[in-house]
């Protein structure tokens, strides 16, 4: 049986000459030629104030976590409906995380409900662009400035979407990407990017990416010795990792195109279905430019797509939920609560199936998904 997996790291062909180069340049722990390049590049054409490469979205998001000096009991605004790192980050530092719910539309946080989670504790309000498709950050923008909040933007899926033109993790104080093998773009490993937008907090993220102390201060020739000054971690990508990631940069447009190329033909070829009301298509608001990280639909319920999910498996077809949603996770339940009611995290969270998409899945393989799909309502229809 052919087996079409979920996901495939992407590879445009020049990663080897990239990573052959930083290996043999001698220099291959942080900072080093590449480093230098990809931040350079994403300053210039996010563009961004300050873009740091990290060793993940993960720790990008600890960075920014340090960055907002929480004391225990300060509250963080973020959906429930997101991956752990985006909670774990802030509960490091002692933060209690209050969740609010989802728009079943985007599965992005209900900006509309933000304003009532807020107390005289919260210090930061963190929104996920899921799939890649922003959230209303206008919104989101004008309650931090009316509360004095600080937003953090998860775009570990964003690379090259916009809202309202701007590109995503640039719109709020902080911003943060993803590198891992299941995003769009990837370094060697695993990787991420910390985006700084506000200056206040330029000195000290530097400071905190290179384990609390001055060094890159030290190296731009503005302090004569470095030393510990801060809090902080060994939070750098290392060069090879920076190399594979260059190589992805400079074909940024090739994987990009070919994504989307996926992600319409899937569009077009499951449209019948969500006509007849079998399932329900994504949708990208007006203000959004995505960037197909991901296909997905909605069924009925839960034991639908499970069903679905067997169907496809028994086709070599391997299709994937995720987020459990964090409120009712053992370790959400310890540090978090849901502000309000749950209306739609949980029941949207169990009708989502996402499809096979990387970059270079052939339009037979698609075709054969979406035709596994339709065997299963007509299978479905008829019994
Ligand atoms: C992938 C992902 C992360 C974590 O990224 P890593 O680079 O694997 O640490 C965080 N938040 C969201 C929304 C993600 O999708």
């Given at each position: ?144 400035e009316k509360y004095n909040l600080t937003v953090i933007e998860d775009a570990a899926q964003g690379m090259t979407s916009t809202y309202k033109g701007k590109a995503l993790g640039t719109i709020g104080h902080i911003g ?208």
């Open positions: 049986m052919i087996i079409i997996p979920f996901n495939k790291p992407p590879k445009t062909g020049n990663e080897i000459k990239y990573v052959t180069e930083a290996i043999n340049s001698g220099h291959i722990s942080g900072d080093g030629n590449f480093t230098k390049r990809c931040q350079t590049w994403f300053e210039e054409n996010l563009p961004c104030k300050k873009a740091l490469l990290t060793s993940s979205c993960t720790h990008s998001l600890e960075c920014s976590a340090i960055l907002l000096d929480l004391k225990p009991g300060d509250e963080v605004i973020m959906p429930s409906y997101t991956f752990v790192s985006t909670a774990n980050a802030f509960a490091l530092r002692g933060a209690h995380i209050v969740f609010v719910d989802i728009r079943p539309d985007t599965m992005n946080i209900n900006e509309t409900l933000i304003e009532a989670a807020i107390t005289e504790r919260t210090k930061a309000i963190v929104p996920i662009h899921y799939a890649g498709v922003a959230c209303e950050m206008d919104v989101i923008m004008s309650l931090a943060t990407y993803s590198f891992h093998e299941t995003k769009n773009y990837t370094s060697a490993g695993e990787g991420g990017l910390l985006i700084i937008n506000d200056s206040k907090y330029f000195e000290r993220a530097e400071i905190i990416r290179e384990k609390g102390t001055n060094r890159s201060q030290f190296f731009r020739g503005m302090v004569d010795k470095y030393s510990w000054v801060d809090i902080g971690s060994s939070y750098l990508m290392n060069d090879i990792s920076a190399a594979y990631l260059w190589s992805q940069i400079r074909d940024i447009q090739i994987i990009r195109n070919n994504r989307m190329k996926t992600w319409l033909l899937y569009h077009k070829l499951l449209k019948p279905l969500a006509d007849k009301n079998q399932i329900i298509q994504p949708t990208i608001p007006e203000s959004c430019e995505h960037n197909a990280h991901m296909y997905y639909i909605k069924v009925e319920n839960l034991k639908e797509r499970s069903n679905l999910i067997t169907h496809l498996k028994d086709q070599g077809i391997l299709s994937v939920f995720h987020y459990v949603p964090l409120h009712s996770a053992k370790a959400g339940i310890e540090y978090g609560q849901f502000h309000d009611k749950d209306i739609f995290t949980t029941l949207e969270s169990e009708r989502l199936l996402r499809l096979p998409l990387y970059y270079g899945i052939t339009t037979k393989e698609v075709e054969d998904v979406t035709q596994a799909i339709y065997s299963y309502f007509k299978k479905a229809n008829n019994a």
